[in-house]
């Protein structure tokens, strides 16, 4: 297993290097069982985004839009909810986190509670937002197959910046990522999170007569497993090679899923 490390600017800048690390060091894997079986090329990284809050959050050439986004955003993201074929979104299992009290099993919304946490003492080093669960190692749950979640938590933490300021960190962790089709959308939506998570602690601490501002700080990534799939060598080399008119992008790609 290969470990790399990547600092990058802002999200396009992640995804590029990403994909470069990838194609150019990354080693074969066979995926005997998994969403898609088959040849990927992968490695085991780590991701800091020095700035992710500056635009453009996704790159041009990402095989999705940003209205795309937005709707990936509230739907799997935010709200809380999920459809009824759907095992998991990663907001309903954030928002609707199961626990037990008392041999009770009660719904836990992680981010309200980290809300509540963190606007009473800024300072918390136990924030962290889970979103697997025991039974995600089953194959099988509630009568059909099971794909547990690529995402597994989100560990939020307040520090100093170099200028002083407040800055909110979010550490990330993803078991198995794809990284043409899946990261971009993962880590620009994860920054619309915590744009929008400042915003509402900010609002909290205001009402509690705090002068100071909390803003967005870095993004930090570890994946064991960031991967390209066979099925999009080709996308990938000619996203790499400088464009030519008429190429592959600028005729528009369908996504086919992550």
Request: aromatic share 12%; hydrophobic share 35%.
């Amino acid at each position: 297993m290969k470990h790399v490390k990547i600092t990058a600017f802002n999200c396009p800048d992640a995804w590029f290097q990403v994909l470069k690390r990838i194609w150019e060091e990354g080693e074969v894997y066979y995926v005997e069982y998994g969403s898609e079986v088959g040849e990927t090329k992968k490695l085991d990284v780590t991701i800091e985004i020095l700035h992710p809050e500056v635009r453009p959050l996704l790159d041009e050439r990402a095989p999705f839009t940003l209205s795309y986004l937005n709707f990936y955003f509230l739907q799997y993201m935010w709200l809380g909810v999920k459809e009824a074929e759907e095992t998991y979104t990663y907001s309903y299992r954030l928002r609707k986190a199961r626990s037990c009290e008392q041999g009770e099993a009660i719904e836990v919304d992680q981010v309200e509670e980290a809300l509540k946490r963190l606007s009473e003492n800024l300072f918390d080093r136990q924030v962290t937002l889970v979103v697997e669960r025991p039974e995600d190692i089953l194959k099988e749950f509630c009568g059909r197959r099971h794909e547990p979640p690529c995402l597994r938590l989100i560990d939020v933490e307040v520090c100093r910046d170099v200028d002083g300021g407040l800055a909110l960190n979010l550490t990330c962790y993803f078991r198995s990522w794809d990284a043409y089709g899946g990261l971009p959308a993962n880590i620009a939506a994860i920054q619309l999170w915590n744009e929008t998570f400042v915003g509402e602690l900010n609002e909290r601490l205001r009402l509690k007569g705090f002068k100071e501002e909390v803003h967005t700080g870095k993004l930090i990534f570890h994946s064991k497993n960031c991967h390209i799939y066979k099925r999009n060598y080709e996308f990938v080399k000619e996203l790499l090679t400088p464009q030519k008119v008429g190429s592959r992008f600028e005729r528009g790609f369908k996504l086919k899923g992550s």
